[in-house]
């Protein structure tokens, strides 16, 4: 098994079952024509938050990290009409593509986008006492991850479901002296998960057409 064959049947998958349309075709496009970086989940990663999304009824979605707004429309695509994802990004040259992408996917009424520290954004939300989200989707930067889940479990609710990309690595994560912030800010992390006794969580390693990592998902007790 390597690489290669991932990749291979990450695109016999998404072909299948995650066709881009032209829409998420030009959002790609789009990093690149504004020099920003290609880390966007893929396809049939876009496809899974869409399932995940439906599969827990997702109304009110939170996500940390927009950059071009490319899983942002995977899953705002998702929500009933009255539906509505907040989306954090701290960047604001990214922002600003991310609405462009958002506008042309012609969902500007559902989504919600916050420019700003993640972090700092997130106690604004629970200040202001805003609903709790039923889907939670943590794909910025790496070193708080524990401190974004934490937060994000008191902006949740039982049932809500929290999702972590990028927790493996390529398997760095087994590397317990590693000096990487990024890797280390997962470790602690996936620790944590192990540890909260709040909500009911696993990892699934994800191989295809990115490198080799993981998903954390889980689920408000
Ligand atoms: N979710 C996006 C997708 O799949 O299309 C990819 C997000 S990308 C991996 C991470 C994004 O998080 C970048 O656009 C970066 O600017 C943003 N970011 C980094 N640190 C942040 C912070 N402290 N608060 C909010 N966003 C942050």
């Not at 960047?91 to 500007?108: S, T």
């Not at 997962?186 to 969580?201: E, G, H, M």
Request: glycine share 6%; hydrophobic share 40%.
């Amino acid at each position: 098994m390597d690489q290669e064959i991932f990749g291979k049947v990450d695109h016999y998958i998404s072909q299948m079952l995650a066709p881009e349309d032209e829409v998420l075709q030009e959002t790609i496009k789009s990093l690149d024509t504004a020099e920003m970086p290609q880390i966007s989940v893929t396809a049939n990663q876009g496809k899974f938050l869409q399932v995940i999304a439906l599969m827990c009824n997702a109304k009110r979605v939170l996500e940390l990290g927009t950059l071009a707004g490319y899983s942002t429309i995977w899953l705002a695509r998702s929500l009933p009409e009255d539906g509505k994802i907040v989306t954090i990004e701290f960047d604001p040259r990214h922002a600003n593509v991310a609405k462009q992408n958002i506008k042309n996917a012609g969902l500007l009424d559902k989504v919600d986008i916050r420019v700003g520290k993640a972090m700092d954004i997130m106690l604004e939300i629970k200040e202001a006492k805003e609903e709790p989200f039923d889907l939670i989707f943590i794909d910025a930067d790496k070193p708080p991850y524990t401190e974004y889940f934490e937060m994000a479990l008191s902006l949740s609710h039982p049932g809500t479901v929290i999702i972590c990309d990028n927790v493996i690595r390529e398997g760095k994560v087994l590397d317990e002296n590693s000096t990487d912030d990024r890797v280390i800010g997962v470790q602690r992390f996936n620790k944590l998960l192990a540890s909260n006794k709040n909500v009911t969580a696993t990892i699934l390693q994800t191989v295809g057409v990115k490198e080799y990592d993981g998903m954390a998902i889980a689920v408000v007790k």
